[in-house]
């Protein structure tokens, strides 16, 4: 054997050394999984700190926190770090879902590493998130949800794969970078009837938006959809091969951020869930606003869904009316309420118009019937008013 031939061979035998000290160490330092979270601020708690938000009276319930399961579909620049920062909370049970494999070309994002590159993104997600929290029950799926073999597994997934199999997840957290998986989680969620968040970022890198979607109640991604959905352009023939869209870490940990801390919300119900939450990254803006769903949707189960949710609120609101007549009935016999008009008039069309976004056409007010009708005591003397409502 040649000098050169047994200095590799050398080599490679330390190199495995390394590789067995490396795998001991690192199944040496993973933690035992915690029986019971407390709430008091101790490092053998990992949770500690987290809990703590129970005891300043911000979150009630936060151990729950372990009886939820979420769904994360894309895990990208922002669904990797999604996932971690769940992970991190303390989450009871991940669905990740991903076909794609990790490339050096992902490094300029968080969460993944050199040497991970070739390994499908759920499989090194998972090793990585398994040793940050034991705790966690993590369930892989690697394959492309838009095909209809997959679509088929993906939607019975949302509908059986929860906390206890058999229950629906509780949230669908979408961070997939193109419409046509968008528009796949949309169908399956509309079907389902399944609350979920959609994220993004845009192809600069210096923007990106959440927001959250109730069948029914709120526009889905169907009813206001892109251009390129709208008119049903083929996404491929905007990117140019080899080309990788620019993405920021920093852009992406913020739509992340966003999106964990509106999911925490919504499961441990505390705050107010955002509708929908801008970024601007050249100007540190987050416009935000609330978009009512389209009845002449393309989806035939948002339809269905608007009529459903109308249903429930005319319900809903019927119940309040009568309470609120009860009320009225019992503490003021006319129901008359006096408004200070010190502040000045306010347009009721501007009430909710968010800064930094503008009207794309307003509804003239009719001129019609300008003279004082029955209602108009704009002329009228108290001592008149007074008259009327005794002969009343």
């Not at 959440?210 to 109640?217: D, M, N, R």
Request: glycine letters at 6%.
């Amino acid at each position: 054997m040649s000098e050169t031939e047994s200095l590799k061979k050398r080599i490679s035998e330390l190199e495995s050394e390394v590789e067995k000290l490396r795998a001991g160490h690192e199944k040496s330092v993973v933690r035992q999984k915690i029986t019971e979270m407390s709430s008091e601020v101790v490092d053998s708690n990992p949770y500690s700190r987290l809990m703590a938000l129970k005891g300043m009276g911000i979150v009630d319930n936060y151990e729950e926190i372990r009886n939820h399961c979420v769904a994360i579909v894309g895990i990208g620049g922002v669904g990797s770090v999604t996932a971690e920062m769940l992970t991190r909370c303390g989450i009871g049970k991940l669905l990740l879902f991903d076909y794609d494999k990790v490339e050096l070309a992902n490094m300029n994002r968080l969460f993944f590493q050199p040497h991970q590159s070739g390994l499908s993104k759920v499989d090194a997600a998972e090793k990585t998130l398994s040793g940050i929290n034991p705790d966690v029950c993590f369930e892989c799926h690697n394959y492309n949800i838009t095909t209809v073999d997959n679509f088929q597994h993906f939607m019975d997934r949302l509908h059986k794969g929860g906390m206890i199999e058999g229950k629906k997840v509780d949230l669908v957290l979408s961070c997939v970078d193109n419409f046509e998986a968008r528009m796949a989680i949309n169908t399956a969620c509309n079907e389902l009837r399944q609350n979920w968040i959609e994220s993004g970022v845009s192809e600069n890198a210096v923007s990106g938006h959440i927001q959250f979607v109730t069948p029914g109640e709120s526009a889905c991604f169907a009813c206001a959809p892109p251009l390129i959905v709208a008119t049903q352009t083929d996404e491929k023939t905007l990117k140019r091969d080899g080309v990788c869209a620019a993405s920021l870490p920093t852009t992406m940990a913020v739509v992340a951020g966003l999106l964990v801390q509106n999911a925490l919300k919504y499961l441990l119900k505390f705050g107010k869930v955002s509708d929908y939450v801008g970024y601007n990254a050249l100007l540190d803006f987050f416009p935000t606003m609330s978009m009512k769903p389209n009845s002449d949707c393309t989806d035939s189960f948002c339809r269905g869904n608007q009529k459903y949710f109308a249903e429930n609120v005319r319900t809903t609101q019927i119940e309040e009316e009568q309470v609120q007549k009860q009320e009225i009935s019992t503490e003021n016999e006319w129901g008359i309420e006096l408004v200070s008009d010190s502040a000045g008039a306010v347009d009721s069309e501007d009430r909710h118009v968010t800064q930094g976004i503008v009207k794309a056409y307003t509804v003239e007010k009719s001129h019609e019937d300008t003279g004082n009708s029955v209602g108009d005591t704009s002329d009228v003397s108290l001592e008149e008013l007074i008259n009327q409502m005794k002969n009343v």
